[in-house]
């Protein structure tokens, strides 16, 4: 029902990837059901000096989630197609269609958690001096600089 690969939103990295429908899904269709790895909140300091920052989801008012399966990879949307409500009892992140959606379409969330939230995302704000940061260590190792690539605020992960 769905695949991985890489990407038209964010960056145009060759590691940016997002989930893409195989098939035709309809509105309502639970498309993935993600096992979470919970942690305390208080333990999210080290996960933020690394990559898997920006993969995390908050896990009700005192963790936070590292989500398997394909859900981390679940791109952002302002016009989402999906949703996903927190399954508690079975420790997973639940991805339901929120509208139809079809066959090779990429599969977005809304990362504010609502569908019609319009607020500004977190990652936003400090994007391009990360991504000046991430090529410098490039060029400290050898590799040939580059110049950040702009991000597209209406749909990036």
């Known amino acids: 029902m769905i695949e991985v690969k890489q990407s038209k939103l964010g960056d145009g990295s060759e ?4 989930v893409f429908a195989t098939v035709d899904i309809a509105k ?9 790895v919970p942690y305390p909140n ?4 080290h ?11 908050e896990y009700g008012a005192n963790h936070t989630a590292i989500l398997l399966g394909y859900g ?5 949307s302002y016009e989402p197609n ?3 409500d927190i399954n508690f009892d079975n420790h997973t992140f639940d991805f339901y269609a929120y ?9 977005v969330i809304n990362y504010n958690g609502e569908e019609d939230s319009m607020d500004p995302l977190w990652f936003l704000d400090d994007y391009e001096e990360r991504m000046l940061e991430f090529n410098k260590s490039d060029d400290d190792e050898g590799e040939k600089e580059t110049e950040p690539q702009s991000l597209d605020t209406g749909t990036s992960k």
Request: charged share 25%.
């Open 15 to 18: 590691f940016n990837r997002g």
């Open 28 to 36: 309502g269709t639970l498309i993935h059901q993600a096992p979470v």
């Open 42 to 45: 208080e333990d999210h300091e």
């Open 47 to 57: 996960v933020e000096k690394t990559i898997l920052e920006d993969y995390v989801f």
């Open 72 to 76: 981390s990879l679940i791109n952002h």
């Open 82 to 84: 999906a949703t996903y």
């Open 99 to 107: 509208t139809d959606i079809k066959a090779g379409e990429e599969i």
